[in-house]
């Protein structure tokens, strides 16, 4: 296996969408990384790791899968044997039988957190201010004016369904834990990290560092397929 063999899959969250990973798809490309971002609807777990499947079944070579936020249960969730690694970016990390919920909500909510609940077509969007007080706190205001308008709302169907064997039991892990991230408490990303006995790297970032920090997570996701190349 050789660098330029590799493929890498990068998978948003919620509230996001495949332009979250903007400014990480250039330097990968740089670097001579194939990059693709997955779309998720975001509308039941089921449908998005339909839709991930389809993702990596259209690229070649090795693949990592690089999850930010909800987008880690997602990532570990597929069965394609030419996955050789799973980087997560302030992401969640549910164990089998666990939901995503149940991880999310694992500690306290920190004070500038949103409230979140579905609206009456059962969706559930991040209030405006949310993504300046606590998504993405550390971006420009037109930054953040630009996550809030682009926000892909999701379904309570992807959080709350019981996870199967999670891949990151049987591949290699890397993790960036977000030290300043208000959506997911750093405890529980710390807590996630150790059961999943990842490689860990922490950051003063906030909870979207693919938009504020992106070296920060084109360096861990390079790390991980420098590893994996030279083994």
């Known amino acids: 296996m050789s660098r330029k063999d590799v ?34 609807p975001l509308t039941s777990f089921a449908d998005d790791v339909a839709a991930l499947d389809r993702a990596v079944e259209r690229v070649t070579g090795p693949v990592f899968l690089v999850g930010h936020a909800y987008a880690g249960a997602v990532i570990a969730a597929t069965r394609y044997e030419k996955v050789k690694a799973l980087v997560y970016v302030a992401a969640l990390a549910p164990d089998e039988g666990e939901t995503v919920a149940d991880v999310f909500y694992r500690a306290k909510p920190q004070p500038r957190a949103p409230k979140l609940a579905p609206d009456r077509h059962g969706l559930i969007y991040l209030p405006e201010d949310a993504f300046a007080a606590a998504f993405a706190q550390h971006a420009s205001a037109e930054e953040q004016v630009l996550l809030a308008a682009v926000q892909r709302p999701i379904s309570p169907a992807c959080i709350t369904v019981p996870m199967g064997p999670p891949l990151w039991k049987d591949r290699p892990s890397w993790f960036l834990v977000a030290e300043q991230d208000y959506m997911i408490a750093p405890e529980t990303q710390r807590f996630m990290a150790e059961r999943m006995r990842a490689r860990v790297r922490s950051h003063p970032v906030d909870h979207a560092p693919l938009v504020t920090a992106p070296a920060r997570v084109v360096d861990i996701i390079c790390d991980a397929i420098n590893e994996v190349v030279a083994n």
Do not use: F, R
Not at 19 to 38: C, D, Q, R
């Open 7 to 40: 493929s890498v899959v990068l998978v948003h969250g919620a509230w996001a969408d495949g332009s979250s990973w903007a400014k990480v798809i250039g330097p990968l490309a740089n670097e001579g990384v194939k990059t693709v971002a997955a779309p998720l």
